[in-house]
């Protein structure tokens, strides 16, 4: 459908660019996280190691060990244990990104197929498991109990925030208040763990932890926004995945919420008739292409795509005013630059 930033005008391309800069000053800390998560694969079991090399090396932008190195400098802290956080937390975000795809039955990610449909649902979902093993040992080894506390409740909500959108698949009388409690626990709880993490392995206040922690879940939310604009918006090889797939797994996102609030009585009950019969292919396993073109042009005709990424950016603005109060600085504009570039990416 298009260049997003084509459509979106404050979305160009010196946004990308200045985030790709700013991870070069990261690199070699980058580069062994990399090696960090590649040698939690070791295993008696060869499928770990062929899944896990699979998803970890599949191309991820490692934005959350990039906040966690940007908030830790930001707070004065450049040793070596935001290598193992970081790698912990990777891998538990690799773990969730294996059970979601088998959850949503999805059969691609990041434009490869998933692991689930190279090895089967029961095969992705131990070697998630192992993965969420391996990442939880490591944030042991670490050692801190505070990062433990962190990395123990984001699971937590990011299981929380699965389970209450599937409760309400298919559903178009979801308000945006849940649509935004299951984006808060399932997305963004873990780019905030991410920054608050880093705030930890540099010793500052309660204050300023919260205030990371509160960066990071801004970003999280302007990040997921930009992803369900992009399920509208974006064709297979732009977004890594199939169009729609959102929709056709039941995912009442934004773009649609906003829709359905604009639209007249006879447009929302069409638009139900619509998701009622993909609830139905969906149980019943029918593969028969439903058409979902009448959801689709409702978004369209009530700009549901454009108010989304505007209120991406309006998220990435409070995310600013969270770390506004920290000294100037390569990690604070480190931090900035992902910020923006949440919502200026194209997949």
Same mark, same amino acid.
């Given at each position: 459908?298009?260049? !997003?930033?084509?459509?979106?005008?404050?979305?160009?391309?010196?946004?990308? @660019?200045?985030?790709?800069?700013?991870?070069?000053?990261?690199?070699?800390?980058?580069?062994?996280?990399?090696?960090?998560? %590649?040698?939690?694969?070791?295993?008696?079991?060869?499928?770990?190691?062929?899944?896990?090399?699979?998803? #970890? %090396?599949?191309?991820?932008?490692? #934005?959350? !060990?990039?906040?966690?190195?940007?908030?830790?400098?930001?707070?004065?802290?450049?040793?070596?244990?935001?290598?193992?956080?970081?790698?912990? &937390?990777?891998?538990?975000?690799?773990?969730?990104?294996?059970?979601?795809? +088998?959850?949503?039955?999805?059969?691609?990610?990041? *434009?490869?197929?998933?692991?689930?449909?190279?090895?089967?649902?029961?095969?992705?979902?131990?070697?998630?498991?192992?993965?969420?093993?391996?990442?939880?040992?490591?944030?042991?080894?670490?050692?801190?109990? /505070?990062?433990?506390?962190?990395?123990?409740?984001?699971?937590?909500?990011?299981?929380?925030?699965?389970?209450? @959108?599937?409760?309400?698949?298919?559903?178009?009388?979801?308000?945006?208040?849940?649509?935004?409690? &299951?984006?808060?626990?399932?997305?963004?709880?873990?780019?905030?763990?991410?920054?608050?993490?880093?705030?930890?392995?540099?010793? +500052?206040?309660?204050?300023?932890?919260?205030?990371?922690?509160?960066?990071?879940?801004?970003?999280?939310?302007?990040?997921?926004?930009?992803?369900?604009?992009?399920?509208? =918006? *974006?064709?297979?090889?732009?977004?890594?995945?199939?169009?729609?797939?959102?929709?056709?797994?039941?995912?009442?996102?934004?773009?649609?919420?906003?829709?359905?609030?604009?639209?007249?009585?006879? =447009?929302?009950?069409?638009?139900?008739?619509?998701?009622?019969? &993909?609830?139905?292919?969906?149980?019943?396993?029918?593969?028969?292409?439903?058409?979902?073109?009448?959801?689709?042009?409702?978004?369209?005709?009530?700009? *549901?795509?454009? /108010?989304?990424?505007?209120?991406? =950016?309006?998220?990435?603005? @409070?995310? =600013?005013?969270?770390?506004?109060?920290? !000294?100037?600085?390569?990690?604070?504009?480190?931090?900035?630059?992902?910020?923006?570039?949440? #919502?200026?990416?194209?997949?």
């Amino acid at each position: 459908m298009g260049d !997003p930033s084509a459509k979106h005008p404050s979305l160009q391309e010196p946004s990308r @660019q200045e985030f790709r800069k700013t991870l070069d000053h990261i690199g070699d800390g980058l580069e062994q996280v990399d090696r960090a998560m %590649n040698e939690q694969l070791t295993s008696n079991s060869e499928v770990v190691g062929a899944v896990g090399r699979h998803v #970890v %090396n599949s191309g991820g932008k490692r #934005v959350r !060990p990039a906040l966690l190195f940007f908030a830790a400098e930001l707070c004065s802290y450049t040793g070596p244990r935001c290598v193992q956080v970081a790698a912990a &937390v990777e891998l538990l975000h690799t773990a969730t990104l294996l059970h979601d795809d +088998v959850v949503d039955t999805s059969d691609l990610r990041r *434009g490869r197929p998933s692991a689930n449909a190279l090895w089967g649902n029961r095969r992705a979902v131990l070697v998630g498991d192992f993965l969420y093993a391996r990442a939880s040992a490591m944030i042991v080894e670490d050692g801190d109990p /505070d990062i433990l506390l962190i990395f123990t409740d984001t699971i937590r909500r990011m299981a929380e925030g699965e389970l209450l @959108q599937l409760e309400r698949s298919f559903d178009p009388s979801v308000t945006e208040a849940y649509y935004f409690e &299951v984006i808060g626990r399932k997305s963004a709880a873990l780019l905030s763990a991410s920054c608050e993490a880093g705030a930890v392995l540099g010793g +500052v206040t309660r204050a300023e932890r919260r205030r990371l922690a509160e960066f990071g879940r801004e970003v999280g939310i302007a990040f997921q926004l930009r992803d369900d604009a992009l399920d509208y =918006e *974006g064709g297979a090889k732009d977004i890594g995945k199939d169009p729609l797939d959102d929709l056709r797994e039941g995912k009442i996102t934004l773009p649609l919420l906003l829709a359905l609030k604009r639209a007249t009585v006879a =447009e929302r009950e069409e638009a139900s008739a619509v998701l009622k019969g &993909v609830a139905n292919m969906a149980a019943n396993g029918d593969d028969e292409n439903f058409s979902i073109a009448p959801v689709v042009d409702l978004v369209e005709r009530y700009h *549901g795509v454009v /108010d989304t990424v505007r209120r991406a =950016e309006e998220h990435v603005a @409070q995310a =600013e005013e969270a770390i506004a109060p920290f !000294p100037d600085g390569s990690a604070k504009r480190a931090l900035l630059a992902a910020a923006r570039f949440a #919502v200026a990416r194209d997949r």
